[in-house]
Structure formats: C-alpha cells, structure tokens
C-alpha cells in the first residue's frame, strides 16, 4: 500500500478515470463496471477496479484542488504503475457559446496556482494533455454522437474556488479558455514528469455568465455521457 491508497500491487488497472468527488467514483464503479471491488477507504477517498468491455478499469477519487490531485496521482503513478490517468471532473463555463452540462476536452491547463512556479524555479510551464488520448476522446465523442455538445480546446485551473478577482475568467475567456475547474493542471503536470498519459473530461456543471447550475446530486450521477465517453477512450487506447 501507499502512503494515502489502502491497495496492494495488482489491484489497480492501468488506466484509472479519476473523479474529485468519491461518490461520482463509487457511482461510476456500480453503474459501469462489472465485478467492481472497492480498494481503498482511506479518508473517504473511494477506489474501484472492475471490468468494462472486458477491460480492466480502476475508478479513484482525488478530492479538490492541486495539492489533493497530485498527492493520488503520484501515488498511483509511482506505486501502482498506473500509465493512464483520465479525469472526470465538473467545470464552470466562462464562454457563451460553452452551454450548461456541454462536455470539455481540455488541451492545456492553464492556473492561478504557484505549485508550478516553485517547481519550474519560477519559469513557465504549459500543462497539456496527451495527444493520443486527446485524440481518441475526440473521435470516441464522435462515434457516441456527442460532438455537438464537445468543445476541445484550453481550460483554466485556479487554487480558490471562492474569492478570486471577478474579471479573472473574462479575461482568460478573452484568450480561447473554456472553462475553470482546480485540478487539470496538476494533472497534466504530474503525469508528463513521471512517464504517463493524461486528459481532463470535464462536464460543464454551472455557468459563470448565465448563473445556471446543478445540484449536487446531478453532478455525482447524472453526467453519464462524460463517464461513456472516458471509459470507451480508455478501452481505446
């Protein structure tokens, strides 16, 4: 086991979909998985591998922000062998033509945050995802006829959920960035040092100008077409 994940070697796949929510974990892991184990609990932090498609699949929540992220995917990385790391997360839309519930491929990360400063000795770093993956997701939202609710392109990621400059997004919106989430960019990060492939699936779940939004509950179990469209690039890939 690790410092933080209760699993012993061979009981977490290749390729993990990597929820911060650990309840969207365990909702995927009995929604989509068959024979779908639980391997860790540690701090609530849920855990599953099962089958898709014959498949093996691992589902592990990470909490939010940075900091949270890197410390399970670098555990994951580097203790489990994990190749694969696809995010399933929630985002808010900062773009009018980005609509409620629409689903974002992120291309690059952008952030607020200073974890990649203080590893870069203060220089810039572009966070991206894995073109394969990226590409396969693309074509996967394709064959699901999920393009007309897809944009690809780069998302914001930012250390605070509350308090920030209100025109922040504006001004990222300005420049292309679809929308703000709090962990893409860690993931890109980690993944790309230690040797693996990374995409952040992000699910538009409330709008930054319309002020639309979903419950809580919506966001653990009803963004089904971003859950389908990573477990059928994972198989893909």
């Given amino acids: 086991m690790s410092t933080h994940i209760n699993a012993a070697k061979g009981d977490i796949a290749e390729t993990v979909l990597m929820p911060g929510d650990p309840l969207r974990a365990r909702y995927v892991a009995e929604n989509f998985l068959e024979g779908a184990t639980c391997y860790n609990e540690v701090r609530g932090m849920y855990g599953y591998t099962g089958t898709y498609k014959g498949h093996k699949i691992s589902v592990q929540g990470s909490g939010m922000g940075i900091p949270s992220f890197l410390i399970y995917v670098t555990e994951l990385i580097n203790e489990y062998d994990v190749k694969n790391v696809i995010r399933i997360g929630t985002c808010g839309a900062i773009r009018e033509d980005v609509n409620i519930r629409d689903i974002l491929l992120g291309v690059s990360a952008n952030t607020t945050s200073n974890i990649n400063k203080t590893r870069f000795l203060g220089y810039d770093y572009c966070p991206t995802a894995d073109f394969n993956l990226l590409n396969t997701a693309y074509k996967k939202a394709d064959e699901l006829g999920f393009l007309d609710h897809t944009h690809v392109g780069p998302i914001l990621s930012t250390d605070e959920f509350y308090g920030h400059d209100e025109g922040l997004e504006a001004m990222y ?15 890109y990060t980690a993944a790309a040092g230690l040797g693996a492939k990374a995409l952040a699936i992000l699910t538009v779940s409330d709008h930054l100008i319309t002020h639309e939004q979903t419950s809580s509950e919506e966001r653990e179990k009803t963004f089904t077409d971003m859950m389908n469209l990573a477990l059928e690039t994972a198989i893909a890939i």
Avoid: D, R, T
């Fill in 173 to 187: 919106a300005k420049y292309g960035v679809l929308g703000v989430e709090m962990e893409a960019a860690g993931l």
